[in-house]
């Protein structure tokens, strides 16, 4: 098991040997002069040498131990950006990260929803093996954001490896800063007993909910915000802070290697930015009456829908900035992705179909359709990966675990279990080993199962009746998509082509472990 602890390395041979050769051996008076200089000199030599090596290792250790930043969004579309269509809402600095680097086109998320995506990118298992599999509270627990009282979610195991911990263990110094949900604070599932050295933001994902909170996390500790009361509006906006503590880390740790996650809350709802951002949009987007009233209420939805992902690209950019200014930018890969699609259409003022946010393709956040779990992923790296690349590498969020490990140097523990594939070959225009499939299973929004094989997309929905109708029976029919020619997913053709659908049949049933956490009675069953 990998320690969960750093250790130093140190070594005192130089020492030893210098205290050893002023022994009473050479204790005679005639050869003690003689002995000195000769130990001086070679002393001398050994430390000319020793400096020599150490700055030879100086000058290595970049190409072998890069920086990593590893940035996600919150609810965002797959074509929520300018680099991948989106014709509304400016984005200048990702469309820039993008064309310097690599932009996936069929990169997945873990999860359809926020905490087991979280986990599928922390461990690189999907979600047939995952600890995570679900947003879910510790049994008993309440949320009472009126009191400030956030549980968190069901936390990480003790015995989770993270990818943290591995960077951590291979000597970077690490930290997040954002939203969590894998564990508050004190349980199994803290960041700070995962492999951060430091934290900051939200542990709760009901607490991200507004983005004007009383207080964030920060390093174990609560950091009260005065100003904000949980409204629409106040004097701190959580976002800035994780941009704020992000520039902090690297700026700490710029002789690095440094691994920093940040995890943004946006554009999750509540929909909630600053008075300046949303004037950048007043009077360009055509706003439209709320149609579920949940959340907080903006009286300018689409606007200050825009206004959160431009506000967050602001960020970004000055994270990217920094590197620059810092001459790190060459020495640092860079990833942006997002955790899952689009939130359910209209609910707190959203529109996804207003900013077509999904590509048209079918589903949105909570649903295994391409429009659920598909989402951008970009990669640069000066020097490593070529500028203005496009990939169509089907890659999923349990990737990462093993990308970084490559890049970084680090081999994956023996004894941690993944199931990613490195896409890191990619970088460099190496032969990319193509996954034999991927794998997805969610237990909420009526119990479903997918598997892509190649260009094929299996799936089957409804696999868990609902309560209210108990004369209702699951569903076991798969439905089959052929992704080249249908990437929207509109027309099943699953009778035409039994034998590729017995064939993810057989994948998603070899797939599936039983969890004693997050139940799948159908799936438990072998069905």
Known sequence: MIAKTRGLLFSSR?????????SSLFGFPRFKLLWGLALQSMVTCIIFANSASVTAETTRKP?????????MADDLGYS?????????????????????????TEAY???????????????????GHAAIRDNANPPGSVNAPEKGEFPGQLPLPDSTVTIAEVLKNRGYATAGYGKWGLG?????????????????????????????PRFLWKG?????????????KGESYSQDFFVKWGKEFIRAHQDGPFFLYLPFAVPHLSIQVPDQDVAEYTGIVKEADYVHNAYLQHPTPRAAYAAMITHMDR?????????????????????????NGPTYDRLGGSDSEYFRSANGFRGLKGSLYEGGIRVPLIAKWPGRISAGQTSDHACAFYDLFPTLCEVSGTPVPPDTAIDGLSFAPLFTGAPQKPHDFLYWEFSSYGGQQAVRKGNWKGIRQGLIPARKKPEATANLEWELYDLANDPGETKNVAAGHPEVVAEIRAIAKGQHQPSPTFRFPVLDRGE
């Open 14 to 22: 130089l020492i030893t040997f210098v205290s050893m050769s002023g």
């Open 63 to 71: 190409a072998e131990k890069p920086n990593l930043v590893l940035i």
């Open 80 to 104: 929520e950006l300018g680099c991948y269509g989106q014709k509304i809402i400016r984005t200048p600095h990702l469309d820039g990260l993008a064309a310097g680097g690599i932009r996936f």
């Open 109 to 127: 998320s873990g999860q359809a929803v926020c905490a087991p995506a979280r986990c599928a990118l922390m461990t690189g298992r999907h979600m």
């Open 184 to 212: 508050n604070a004190g349980t199994t599932g803290d960041p700070l007993r995962q492999g951060f050295d430091d934290f900051g933001g939200f542990l709760c994902q009901v607490h991200a909910h507004n983005h004007y």
């Open 220 to 232: 174990g500790q609560k950091i009260n915000l005065p100003g904000n009361d949980r409204t629409l």
């Open 315 to 339: 960020g970004i950019g000055e994270i990217l900035t920094l590197l620059d200014d810092l001459k790190l930018s060459d020495n640092t890969l860079v990833i942006f992705t997002s955790d």
